[in-house]
């Protein structure tokens, strides 16, 4: 049997607690190890130092960089500049990779035509067996289906460097692993699934998460801008409610147009609308969630909230990327 490629693994981090938990099972899986791991620390102010401790045998592979707080996207094109061996695996601080990752990782890339740039890992978000799972855990399980989602993606350093690497003009956690996923395949590699799996965990939140994770919609726009319309089915990304809740904020600002103006039946149509749409969006949240008090109460209350909240995010992002290019300026 022919050798595994050797691997960099490359974990962004922000110093959350969960990072030596991920350092501590990545060091726990049996097999071939990494050549290196590189943690990127994007802590615009460090307070205190990263658990490499819990590394363990891995200790003396760790390689540590500091971003300053430029963004994940940022934070992984660094790593990856770095790296010298044909393979960089990429994992986010929040997961945890399973005892026989190492092992199936090396068929994987032991595995992969020449014509493979990247293989995805399979993610597995475990939810509480007796209740039924909050909307957080909805969005953190939907991470499962995800297509080439850098939670744990392999990609070929190769296939990096000719693409340019992440597009920086993506901030958050979001879409900027669609985005890299189309250019690789735009410049001619495939991308697949592999066989290693890796769990994510269903971390504990407030009822107002869903909010701030609105501003994931100012990707959209540059998605269309750099890739048509049609990019959604070519990354195998749902399609959320964002149109959805263009209608019922359009329905909101059109209401309170009428209602100065004085027209008002107008104005009580717009409101109509408005009701029901919200009505919806927050029956379909509460009748997948536990049920409980607090839980219904947030729904309610979010689902008053998200509709605007994406829609602005969404012009933001419209208007700060009218006139992107690809990455590089190429088409």
């Known amino acids: 049997m022919t050798a595994a490629p050797a691997y960099t693994v490359v974990v962004p981090t922000i110093g959350r607690p969960c990072l030596a938990e991920c350092l501590r099972a990545l060091a726990a899986a049996d097999g071939h190890p990494p050549h290196e791991v590189v943690l990127v620390d994007d802590r615009p102010t460090p307070d205190g130092d990263l658990p490499l401790d819990s590394a363990g045998v891995l200790l003396d592979r760790i390689r540590t960089l500091r971003t300053c707080g430029k963004g994940r996207a940022a934070a992984r094109n660094a790593g990856w500049r770095t790296v010298e061996t044909p393979w960089t695996v990429f994992l986010d601080d929040d997961v945890q990779v399973l005892p026989d990752w190492a092992r199936l990782l090396a068929e994987d890339l032991r595995e992969a035509g020449e014509d493979v740039g990247g293989i995805q890992g399979r993610l597995r978000a475990p939810l509480p067996p007796d209740l039924r799972p909050t909307d957080r855990e909805h969005r953190t399980k939907g991470l499962e289906n995800a297509a080439w989602a850098t939670a744990d993606m392999a990609y070929r350093t190769e296939a990096l460097a000719r693409v340019g690497g992440f597009d920086e003009r993506f901030p958050r956690a979001f879409r900027e692993d669609a985005d890299l996923a189309l250019r690789v395949q735009r410049a001619g590699w495939s991308l697949c699934r592999g066989r290693r799996v890796t769990r994510h965990p269903v971390r504990p939140a407030h009822w107002w998460a869903s909010l701030p994770a609105q ?46 103006a004085g027209r008002r039946r107008a104005a009580g149509v717009c409101a109509a609308l408005w009701t029901i ?55």
């Open 277 to 331: 749409g919200t009505a919806e969006f927050a029956l379909a949240r509460i009748l997948t969630g536990p049920r409980t008090a607090r839980e219904i109460a947030g729904m309610l209350g979010t689902s008053v909230l998200i509709p605007p909240l994406a829609v602005r995010h969404w012009l933001r992002g419209a208007l700060r990327h009218r006139r992107a290019q690809p990455l590089g300026g190429a088409g």
């Open 215 to 260: 501003r994931g919609n100012a990707g959209h726009a540059p998605m269309n801008r750099l890739h048509g319309p049609d990019w959604w089915t070519r990354a195998q990304a749902p399609r959320g409610r964002l149109r959805r809740h263009l209608v019922v904020t359009g329905a909101a600002l059109a209401g309170a147009v009428c209602a100065l």
